[in-house]
């Protein structure tokens, strides 16, 4: 430990806001990311590696459950697939274990299978199940808001930098999951081209896995989760699509200032196609309240979700244009990065949060009023996901993308998740 983190470490420990994060320890209950049950490892099930005609066990079969949550979601029905395979009918010698969660089989013919599967709805699982907790997290917001462009932007910004200031390193949780973000990575930060609109369709969990270098800390599953805007205000597409939402352990409210009618015309948008008023074209933040108050808060008891909230403006640097400080002061820290390093810095943090709280109170006193009584706890937050504003869906190869705060939400919630030390300097 060097001179300045001896200090460091000593003036948290003397200040009574220092939390020491406390993980949650094994053996970890598995929660499945699509229909989101929740079981214990030896209850997963098996999809063999083979099929063996003239063997009722082993022939190929239609698979109902599978098939009962495709259904339900909207997805194609499969033909014959091959079998499932209960490991409790197997030798405990035919078992493979890694930190006691059963990963492998070996059936009957000697044949080995790692194709894990949820017993509920026979979806596979993530490689990781079992071997630490699963942290389900919703991106919403409405329609434009730059969820995908977020989502892209976030995930480089912690694999390239704040994993390591935190002592993390984060992957993607399958090769598949991992060409898709890298083909996103790739399209905003080396062709300078914005991602297409998300389309209204079934979406798919993007499933990361953060692993802490002490190993002491459980590697965390991240499933995150990000419904299309126009899915958003659709109660029908919700009923189908946003179960995810109420079984979150966190979620991100993304907020468009563009959605915020006080402040539409007073956006410089001399660098986009349409100009003026977009009153018809965006949703009002409140919006979105609504139906997430419709789909599961109702339901909550005293009408109010305890899920941990980060509400965030987008597209902060369109606010430098605004030129009034009666909403924002040209110094704002909205407009400066800060990076976390080590533990969440609770003086950064409510600097930001304090002044994205006054801000929103502002220009859209609904807005705020309704996640004060509907949201038990909540943080603030501005970021920009690509420090300039694109025109056309191109953004200026001339300009440096430049992503601005946009950890400090995901941060933040695993601060509130209790996987990060807060402190102050």
């Known amino acids: 430990m060097g001179l300045l983190d001896f200090f460091r470490s000593n003036n948290r420990k003397q200040n009574n806001d220092y939390k020491k994060a406390t993980y949650e320890k094994g053996p970890f209950m598995i929660k499945c990311p699509f229909c989101f049950k929740k079981f214990k490892t030896d209850q997963v099930v098996f999809r063999a590696s083979h099929s063996e005609k003239g063997d009722p066990e082993y022939e190929k079969t239609i698979d109902e459950l599978l098939n009962h949550y495709n259904r339900k979601i909207g997805k194609g029905i499969l033909g014959e697939i091959n079998p499932i395979v209960k490991p409790e009918g197997l030798p405990e010698s035919s078992k493979i274990r890694v930190d006691g969660v059963l990963i492998e089989i070996r059936d009957k013919y000697d044949i080995n299978t790692s194709e894990r599967l949820c017993p509920y709805c026979h979806n596979e699982l993530p490689v990781t199940s079992g071997r630490g907790p699963s942290k389900i997290i919703s991106v919403v917001g409405a329609s434009q808001v730059g969820k995908s462009v977020y989502m892209t932007t976030l995930l480089y910004v912690l694999e390239k930098y704040t994993g390591e200031r935190i002592d993390a390193s984060l992957i993607a949780g399958s090769s598949a999951y991992n060409d898709e973000i890298r083909e996103n990575q790739e399209r905003i930060f080396d062709k300078n081209i914005m991602l297409d609109p998300t389309p209204k369709q079934h979406v798919e969990p993007l499933i990361e896995n953060l692993k802490f270098k002490n190993d002491k800390i459980p590697p965390i599953t991240l499933i995150f989760y990000d419904i299309p805007g126009e899915g958003m205000t659709d109660k029908g597409y919700i009923d189908k699509h946003g179960e995810h939402i109420k079984n979150s352990d966190g979620i991100i409210f993304l907020v468009d200032p563009l959605q ?37 808060i109702s339901k909550q008891s005293h009408e109010k979700t305890s899920i941990p909230t980060a509400v965030v403006v987008t597209k902060s640097d369109m606010l430098k244009s605004l030129n009034d400080e009666e909403y924002i002061i040209k110094n704002s820290n909205i407009f400066r990065n800060y990076e976390h390093e080590k533990f969440f810095n609770l003086n950064e943090y409510e600097n930001i949060d304090g002044e994205v709280r006054k ?67």
């Open 260 to 296: 915020m009618r006080a402040l539409r015309k007073k956006i410089n948008l001399t660098n986009r196609e349409l100009k003026g008023d977009f009153t018809e074209k965006y949703q009002e933040p409140k919006d979105i309240i609504v139906y997430l108050f419709e789909n599961f």
């Open 359 to 425: 801000f929103l109170g502002k220009v859209d006193s609904p807005f705020k009023g309704a996640m004060d009584t509907y949201f038990g706890v909540t943080g603030y937050f501005a970021v920009s996901s690509l420090g300039c504003n694109p025109q056309n869906l191109q953004i200026d190869s001339s300009t440096n993308i430049n992503p601005l705060r946009v950890d400090e939400p995901f941060l933040w919630l695993l601060y509130k998740m209790n996987y990060l030390d807060g402190g102050r300097e």
